[in-house]
């Protein structure tokens, strides 16, 4: 029977989790890694400059990691049953009391939401102790500490875990006693389960609420007070350290305290992100509107308040929507009455001024946009505008003959006239010949918009670049900075006397004296200083630096330009990691020497990220170029900003901007036409037909369409209403006679759901590779000749590169490490490090990880391999599976377990 405030169907359960019995696993066992139910791993978290800046002096960042659903054995403390209970735990110790809804489903309870959680307070008689001595194990304390604790302890005794240290003070009061009950109390207060029980004691709202206000930074917040204690072995401090580590846990605490405050009387700003942050320095911690209605709080907030964070989850609704920055005022007013109807427009008004007061919202007359959004918009342009105030900075290159020799090449290796006359007409250019345009060789077309884009980078500090797949963007930088960077400063020199020389506007007797080599040389030595002042010449690849907001973007960006491309965000976390200096700056920053920056797939970009790279770059390198590609009638990014869209037109007045219209890929053309048609219904919301080159009705009778066929529509069987059987027989059907999947290497399925991928894995593995997927112990059984794609990013180490000895057993301290790190140990020599962001860490340990990283490959998201040799090592009795992998351009070898179990399921078969 349902209880008051919980839905039809439901019921409220308090209880506890039951410990889950220890099974030793076998060495081969059966269960596959892919664990659905482990917790999800802790995403990165990205900052802006701002935050970054209020992080490294002294603000507070949370890793966010949700719980993962869990089955656990529950006991109910009302009807004293237990019951099987499928939810997302925060915390699941026996010593926790949780509070939950959920409703009765397949034989079991399925959680909804997140528990609220407090200590036990019937721990009494042999189950008290039992759990008692499961509390010391899980902070750390050894079994022979416990044993005369316990003898020490009166039979008729209760003791509860809010007043164990009381109990242990009584305890320290015997003189036999006094150094063993220092040593558990020492290992209580910096275990994390010790500080999950104090901070449990001290802030029961903040037990109660945050599971379900923060679910993602609750056990993170929880165990925070420990980042400034030390392990009771590090001593022999001086009493300054002392001072600093009391004021440190005096800080950590009040930020609990604090929130526990928040809560008890202004718990909406636990909902505004921008007030968490002016008022406890926490960056990326806000609540949902919905968590607010879960844990029945939002009805206590004053109307003005509720009205508040109804606007503000509409206006934040509305940009990840659209993509757009801001909305007009009475749309917003629409928005939030067609959610609540009970809102009157006035009331919104009322809520948007009490938030642009507090800052959250900005309003220009009748537009209103978020804070953080406007900032970004406005330092993007503070961005642009240095770079086009500075020094104006010309990339000295003919681009006409830098595109005909890239023609030409073309042309050479598609046998046409151009092949036989080898050397003209363009190519690389000799240092040593005068860089004069020559007439011969066959005449070449070349693509006015891509001669015009071409200018522009060169001469622009800032250029934009539209246009859809095939119309040749990349192609053109990528010429364009080869080119540059193949250039030496002495054929610089020259190009620039050579256009000095021939300047038609100059006078004739100039044009004499300038052939005389006196006044040549003199010349020459002006224009090197002048070089030296200006430094046109890019000298070297890292000063370009290549980018796209995808490890697959940036991994097609590399093997087409044949130059080094990394995502923004390897650029912006290689930045939060990188050491400062007194001033904040980074120092030894990997990107310090880019005067150049590209960015594909711009229309992908968030002008939050490209708001932190460009600030970064322009205030930290010698940034002098920007360049953006991408499609400006392409939906816009996940998170809001359009940026590529507003750059356009905004800088095609002052022809910064350009779009290219032709397409150079003809087989594309059809592909390229139906993503504009896709495009145009998410932005209109209507529905319009695709085109294709052929229809494949498999209901009746079909003739299969022929090899020249590209985009073909397959309507698929309605035989029955099994729907993975129609799918089922489809693939086969193609598989055996469809254009296009005659062999694996040209072949690929895209599916959306997880059971169908896995169907159609197992179907292709069978038909391409003739076996199963899993062998008989249910485990994904890989083997030569098996074509994989990576789902995640990722590293791996490379075993062709040779490891000594000394380097693995290096490798393997470092892991110790780690391991000894994050249960806050200290070394063998008794000595812990602090990093700048409070966590501890040995010393050297930073070298171990360079090392380390020495032999490591970066696979990303969307890449294929094949794997195609298994050179699986027998070594003292053990194995080592490694397999050998290729795919043109490289190839490598790596332990194929640490790959396919890797938790995301980094790889999968195609």
Request: proline content about 4%.
């Amino acid at each position: 029977m349902s209880q008051l405030g919980c839905p039809l169907g439901d019921r409220i359960i308090i209880g506890s989790i039951l410990p889950e019995k220890k099974v030793k696993k076998a060495e081969n066992d059966d269960s596959d890694w892919e664990d659905d139910e482990e917790e999800e791993e802790a995403q990165p978290e990205f900052l802006d400059m701002k935050e970054m800046d209020s992080v490294s002096s002294g603000g507070h960042m949370f890793n966010s990691s949700i719980p993962g659903r869990n089955e656990v054995d529950f006991l109910d403390s009302v009807s004293g049953k237990r019951c099987r209970v499928m939810g997302r735990f925060s915390l699941k110790d026996p010593w926790w009391e949780a509070t939950c809804s959920a409703r009765a489903a397949r034989g079991k309870l399925l959680l909804r939401g997140y528990p609220a959680y407090r200590l036990r307070s019937d721990l009494q008689g042999d189950q008290g102790r039992s759990i008692l001595s499961l509390f010391l194990t899980a902070c750390g304390v050894d079994g022979q500490f416990v044993t005369p604790f316990f003898a020490w302890l009166p039979m008729g005794r209760k003791v509860e875990l809010a007043n164990l240290q009381e109990v242990l003070a009584e305890f320290e009061e015997g003189e036999q006693h006094r150094a063993l009950a220092q040593q558990i109390k020492a290992l209580v207060s910096v275990s994390v389960a010790g500080m999950r029980v104090t901070a449990a004691s001290l802030y029961p709202n903040v037990m109660r609420y945050l599971p379900t206000l923060l679910p993602g930074r609750f056990t993170e917040l929880l165990g925070w007070g420990k980042k400034s204690q030390k392990h009771p072995a590090a001593q022999g401090a001086t009493h300054v350290t002392q001072i600093e580590e009391e004021e440190e846990e005096e800080e950590d605490l009040s930020l609990l305290a604090k929130l526990e405050e928040i809560i008890k009387t202004d718990v909406w700003k636990l909902g505004l992100n921008y007030v968490m942050y002016k008022e406890l320095r926490v960056v990326h911690c806000e609540a949902q509107l919905r968590s607010f209605h879960e844990c029945k709080l939002f009805q206590e907030i004053p109307l003005k308040q509720r009205n508040a964070l109804r606007v503000y989850d509409s206006l934040k609704t509305h940009c990840y929507r659209t993509g757009s920055t801001y909305t007009e005022l009475p749309t917003l007013c629409d928005e939030v009455r067609r959610g609540w109807k009970s809102v009157v427009e006035m009331e919104v008004w009322d809520a948007v001024h009490f938030l642009k007061e507090l800052g959250v919202v900005v309003r220009d007359r009748q537009k209103v946009a978020l804070q953080n959004l406007h900032s970004y918009e406005t330092g993007i342009a503070e961005c642009l505008r240095c770079l086009m105030q500075g020094e104006r900075w010309v990339i000295p290159l003919d681009v006409n003959e830098v595109l005909t020799a890239s023609a030409l090449e073309r042309l050479r290796k598609k046998g046409g006239d151009g092949g036989s006359r080898e050397g003209q007409g363009g190519g690389e250019v000799d240092s040593d010949a005068e860089p004069a345009p020559t007439d011969q060789g066959p005449p070449v077309d070349l693509d006015p918009d891509q001669i015009r884009a071409a200018e522009m980078i060169c001469s622009n500090p800032v250029t934009v670049i539209s246009g859809k797949g095939g119309c040749g963007k990349t192609t053109v930088v990528s010429l364009l900075f080869k080119a540059a960077l193949q250039q030496s400063p002495e054929e610089e020199v020259r190009k620039v006397c050579w256009d000095f020389e021939n300047d038609s506007l100059g006078s004739e007797a100039w044009e004499e004296e300038a052939l005389s080599p006196s006044l040549l040389s003199q010349l020459e030595g002006e224009v090197k200083d002048e070089r030296k002042k200006s430094s046109w010449v890019l000298q070297g690849e890292d000063e370009v630096l290549l980018t796209a907001p995808t490890g697959r973007a940036a991994s097609l960006l590399t093997k087409r330009t044949c130059l080094k491309a990394y995502t923004l965000h390897q650029v912006l976390w290689s930045f939060m990691q990188a050491k400062r200096d007194p001033n904040g700056a980074p120092e030894e920053w990997k990107f310090a020497c880019v005067r150049v920056l590209v960015v594909d797939e711009g229309s992908l970009v968030c002008v939050r990220l490209l708001h932190s790279v460009l600030t970064m770059l322009t205030k930290h390198a010698q940034l002098r170029k920007f360049v953006i590609l991408g499609d400006v009638r392409q939906l816009p990014s996940i998170e809001p900003g359009n940026t590529l869209c507003d750059l356009f037109c905004s800088l095609g007045r002052a022809h910064w901007a350009i779009e290219m219209k032709t397409n150079h890929r003809a087989e594309s053309q059809l592909i390229v036409n139906n993503a504009g048609l896709i495009a145009e219904m998410g932005l209109t919301h209507t529905f319009r037909p695709l085109h294709y080159d052929a229809i494949l009705d498999l209901n009746g009778s079909y003739t299969m369409p022929s090899e020249d066929k590209r985009f073909i529509l397959i309507l698929l069987p309605n035989t029955s209403e099994d729907s993975d059987y129609d799918l089922q027989m489809a693939i086969e059907l193609l598989l055996k006679a469809a254009p296009g999947l005659k062999n694996d290497v040209t072949s690929q399925f895209i599916a959306f759901r997880r059971r169908e991928c896995a169907l159609i894995n197992e179907l292709c593995c069978k038909h391409y590779c003739n076996h199963c997927t899993k062998n008989n112990k249910n485990r994904l059984a890989f083997q030569p000749g098996d074509k994989v794609c990576c789902t995640k990013n990722g590293y791996v180490t490379d075993r062709n590169k040779e490891v000594s000895p000394e380097e693995e057993d290096l490798e393997n301290s470092y892991v110790a490490d780690r391991a000894r790190t994050k249960q806050r140990l200290p070394g063998p020599d008794g000595e812990e490090s602090r990093r700048g962001n409070g966590a501890t860490q040995r010393n050297g340990s930073g070298d171990k990880m360079k090392s380390k990283e020495k032999n490591k490959e970066r696979l990303c998201n969307g890449e294929i391999f094949f794997i195609k040799h298994d050179v699986t090592e027998e070594e003292a009795g053990s194995q080592r599976s490694r397999k050998q992998r290729g795919r043109r351009p490289r190839r490598l070898c790596t332990c194929w377990v640490t790959v396919a179990s890797r938790r995301g399921n980094t790889c999968t078969r195609l």
